[in-house]
């Protein structure tokens, strides 16, 4: 079955305590990206990667970071979590950039920082 | 800089009735993408619907419709004989280079 999948799907954590969130999808998709949910402000991208080896930042970078060395996996990391970190986060995936492609998204990680 | 603008945050609507939910946006750009998505209470995102800025003829899935209007930059989605099933929130989207989200309504379906 074609999927993204991502884990851990809940989390609580402590301030300061390194975390990764894992990403991967299995129909060998070039474009993957991060993006958190927060309530009124919909979803915004954290980061994206074009290919293998290829990331850019989205529009919320700032305390997060990304890896490419796989093409199927896309961990997310939060080196030192903070509070406002707290928040609903979605990995997705399509076959490349733009929008002629179907963008296919994981069921969420929801990352509690207290 | 990109915007998408979603002006409701939240909406109800009678079982089997019609409703429209708009989205606006902003672009210099005459090639993109528009999008619907769902998400339910299961959080997961769903395509609802997909609108190429290039084709004058506004999709339509099933009892979902879009009125693109590409000069007002104006991409809002009507659903008809609403059913209790589409209660979720509602996020439109832009993609080009970058894919930016509204911050999304609430559908309420009442029975």
């Known amino acids: 079955e074609a999927q993204v999948t991502q884990n851990p799907r809940y989390l609580i954590t402590v301030t300061g305590k390194k975390l990764t969130v894992t990403c991967s999808q299995n129909?060998?998709?070039?474009?993957m990206s991060w993006y958190r949910q927060d309530p009124g402000l919909g979803l915004r991208q954290i980061y994206y990667?074009?290919?293998?080896?290829?990331?850019d930042k989205g529009d919320v970078p700032e305390g997060y970071k990304v890896s490419r060395k796989e093409k199927r996996n896309f961990p997310l990391i939060l080196e030192s979590p903070s509070p406002n970190q707290t928040s609903l986060y979605f990995c997705?995936?399509?076959?490349?950039?733009?929008?002629?492609?179907?963008?296919?998204f994981g069921p969420g990680t929801r990352l509690t920082v207290t | 800089a990109q915007t998408v603008t979603q002006s409701q945050p939240e909406m109800s609507v009678q079982e089997a009735e019609t409703v429209t939910l708009s989205c606006t946006y902003d672009?210099?750009?005459?090639?993109?993408?528009l999008f619907w998505y769902k998400q339910p209470p299961s959080r997961q995102m769903i395509l609802v619907i997909r609108q190429e800025a290039y084709k004058q003829q506004n999709a339509t899935e099933n009892r979902f419709s879009v009125n693109f209007q590409k000069a007002a930059k104006s991409f809002s989605l009507k659903i008809s004989d609403s059913q209790l099933g589409d209660a979720a929130m509602y996020f439109c989207a832009y993609i080009r280079d970058k894919i930016i989200f509204g911050k999304g309504t609430r559908l309420h379906i009442l029975p």
């Open positions: 129909m060998n998709h070039e474009y």
């Open positions: 997705a995936s399509s076959l490349r950039a733009g929008g002629y492609y179907e963008q296919y």
């Open positions: 672009t210099s750009e005459s090639d993109y993408y």
């Open positions: 990667s074009m290919n293998v080896e290829v990331t």
